[in-house]
């Protein structure tokens, strides 16, 4: 007699986990939230924007002297004398104070590497414009930007004193002079800043790490990591393509009794032999370094 053969139901453990679209924000503000947005607000709001506007008015013309007539493309060379003191030691005060008047509260974590020891920051996960922030806490160093953002009123002319690697749409070459440009500087013996770049190349909801661009790890040198968050309760930093306006962010953050932000400097990765031949393999090492 032939025994029947059932098929075996699917197992759980088959089951492919739910993934997080990471560039989706859907964070839903409850009508707590919102009230204590409103109370905070009234107050808040007109305070920081006034203290902002007086710092913007102070320091945007230090920013002008230090770059005036400075070249921004071609050949450059790093700033020097009263010009590195204005946009080094100046512009960082002037950073931090910024950041302390939209109500940012940063904690560090580690210990940030000399240039030598690591020329280039890789910097993740990368969620929000306030990201910014730790240009100021590392230093200062030159950072990937495009080309069009030195146009942009007022903070175009801070961006300026970074000397940025700009990155063009228009130039069918861009990426290849910009990888020149960042090994010139990652191997220039610490002549220059150092080098900070996110290697995710856009923004999202920080629910995972994506697959980093090679940019940063084409140069060969050594990398430092360095984390990004923001143990908030209430998320109002995330900017994504499908998501809150930058406006809507910016309003919602300034109306918050103060914003929690932790960088983590990790230690320094060097490439092995391996991973200089390719690049791919470099950037997939640090940022499972940085998953863990």
């Not at 007109?46 to 203290?51: G, K, N, T």
């Not at 990652?186 to 900070?196: D, I």
Request: glycine share 6%; proline share 8%.
């Amino acid at each position: 007699m032939q025994h029947r053969v059932f098929a075996l139901p699917r197992q759980r453990s088959l089951v492919l986990p739910t993934v997080l679209n990471p560039f989706v924000q859907e964070t839903v503000l409850t009508t707590t939230d919102k009230i204590k947005c409103v109370l905070l607000g009234v107050v808040l709001l007109p305070l920081r924007v006034l203290c902002l506007a007086v710092l913007l008015l102070v320091s945007w013309p230090v920013a002008a002297i230090a770059t005036f007539l400075h070249p921004i493309k071609g050949a450059i060379e790093p700033m020097a004398g009263w010009r590195r003191f204005l946009s080094q030691v100046v512009m960082s005060c002037v950073g931090r104070a910024f950041f302390f008047f939209l109500g940012f509260r940063v904690r560090v974590k580690g210990r940030r590497s000399h240039s030598d020891e690591a020329p280039i920051l890789a910097v993740a996960p990368h969620s929000s414009f306030f990201d910014g922030i730790v240009t100021i806490v590392a230093g200062l160093p030159s950072t990937v930007s495009r080309s069009e953002n030195l146009a942009t009123p007022v903070f175009g002319r801070f961006l300026r004193c970074l000397q940025p690697v700009l990155v063009s749409r228009l130039d069918p070459n861009s990426r290849k002079n910009t990888i020149l440009e960042i090994e010139r500087r990652a191997t220039s013996g610490g002549k220059w800043p150092q080098v900070l770049i996110f290697p995710e190349g856009t923004c999202t909801n920080r629910s995972c790490l994506i697959t980093f661009k090679q940019g940063a790890f084409i140069p060969g040198v050594p990398v430092q990591p360095v984390l990004l968050r923001y143990p908030n309760q209430l998320d109002t930093v995330t900017w994504t393509w499908q998501g809150r306006k930058a406006r809507t962010i910016l309003l919602l953050t300034l109306c918050q009794l103060y914003t929690n932000i932790e960088i983590e400097f990790l230690p320094p990765q060097i490439p092995s032999e391996d991973e200089m031949k390719a690049p791919a393999l470099f950037a997939s090492r640090v940022r499972s370094t940085m998953a863990t």
